[in-house]
């Protein structure tokens, strides 16, 4: 069974840094790119990077680039979101995803993130 | 990078057939046959119900059905039913990234 977990979430003041981790297990980390999702409070969702299954490509929204890094470790089956200069904008649930082809086919339960002094 | 543009509501009665339909452009949904659909049900993770268009992950009901028509697809839920209540998220490839639609709220009257 597919399972991702998200950890690291938690209150921030803004400016401040934060990572976030995604364990998976029950398939092969290594073969799927993988993605980090994130949901303000009673908003929609927003994509906001993805990187492939080596790490050797990765893709931003506009609005994180710069402050944001996604990175993995195949050896250890983890997914990462390094998140700096945080904003009070910032304050959501982030979802760490699976690709299955051009679909997110498996979600975390999400971890959240508030942005606040 | 900017959303795909949904409706914020639809309703319909149990047995109804109700369409929701996600408005891009030729950079994104009428670029590329990579439109996904999720549906969202309140304090819970997205679940994907359509890839590709058209294509349902097993387990999902056939009720579910997508289409896509130029800058425009559009998911279909045929024979409503009151667990159909929720939020639906169209999703599109746009060569590199991925822009999410704005949302869809599906009430069962």
């Known amino acids: 069974e597919v399972q991702l977990v998200e950890s690291g979430g938690g209150l921030v003041q803004p400016g401040g840094s934060l990572r976030l981790s995604c364990a998976a297990s029950g398939f092969t980390f290594s073969g799927y790119w993988m993605s980090w999702v994130r949901q303000a409070p009673g908003k929609g969702l927003e994509w906001l990077a993805n990187i492939k299954r080596d790490g050797g490509e990765i893709y931003y929204v506009d609005s994180v680039k710069g402050r944001f890094t996604i990175s993995r470790d195949n050896a250890k089956n983890s997914l990462y979101l390094q998140m700096n200069s945080l904003r009070a904008e910032d304050t959501a649930v982030y979802y760490c995803?699976?690709?299955?082809?051009?679909?997110?086919?498996?979600w975390g339960q999400g971890t959240l993130v508030t942005v606040s002094s | 990078q900017s959303a795909l543009t949904q409706p914020r509501s639809v309703s319909g009665s149990p047995g109804q057939s109700v369409a929701i339909s996600c408005t891009g452009t030729?950079?994104?949904?009428?670029?590329?046959?990579?439109v996904s659909w999720y549906q969202q049900h309140p304090d819970t993770a997205p679940k994907l119900i359509i890839s590709d268009v058209t294509k349902r992950p097993s387990g999902v009901p056939d009720r579910f059905s997508g289409s896509k028509s130029g800058n425009t697809a559009s998911l279909t839920i045929s024979g409503l039913q009151a667990e159909d209540e929720a939020d639906y998220y169209c999703c599109s490839y746009a060569g590199n990234n991925y822009v999410f639609g704005t949302g869809t709220k599906v009430t069962v009257l």
């Open positions: 030729s950079s994104d949904v009428g670029g590329y046959n990579y």
């Open positions: 995803a699976r690709y299955t082809d051009y679909a997110l086919a498996y």
